[in-house]
């Protein structure tokens, strides 16, 4: 699949549910923000895509910082085990934390709404899951044992 057609699939299924999303041909990304029900309030969403595919990365709007580091670490490889589809990741030269979503079209006519909403719902509801503890860990507030436990009992 060219990687025109990809990106025209997932504007068209932006506009289509009225999103305010940038885009930037030059680079073939899409940037938006996303709100959630968790502490956190919102995310960013970054889509980039390539020759294969595309990835979508939902943004934490908070760092880590030096103190917390190790403790949102293990939270969030605590949290990656046993995930299907996508990952959590920690950048550790500033605290980023992100979840990622890859989605390869290579061998694909097209991209469906199904794939495309899929694709972009897992971040936010991974954000949704486990914002709280996120949270709570990068404000020094507990620890991530107690904080997996609480995400991982939610429905």
């Not at 502490?39 to 895509?49: A, M, N, T």
């Amino acid at each position: 699949m060219k990687i025109e057609n990809a990106i025209d699939a997932i504007r068209d299924y932006l506009d289509a549910d009225n999103w305010n999303y940038d885009f930037n041909a030059e680079k073939q990304f899409i940037k938006c923000g996303v709100n959630i029900s968790c502490k956190l309030k919102s995310i960013h969403l970054f889509i980039s895509f390539n020759d294969n595919g595309y990835t979508v990365y939902g943004i934490c709007p908070m760092n880590a910082d030096e103190e917390t580091m190790s403790a949102v670490s293990e939270y969030i490889t605590r949290a990656n085990y046993g995930l299907r589809c996508g990952n959590f990741e920690l950048d550790y030269s500033d605290g980023q934390v992100r979840y990622k979503v890859y989605t390869s079209t290579r061998g694909m006519d097209s991209v469906t709404t199904e794939v495309i909403k899929e694709s972009i719902d897992i971040p936010c509801f991974m954000f949704d899951r486990y914002g709280d503890g996120l949270a709570a860990l990068i404000m020094g507030f507990s620890d991530p044992v107690t904080e997996i436990e609480k995400a991982e009992k939610k429905d």
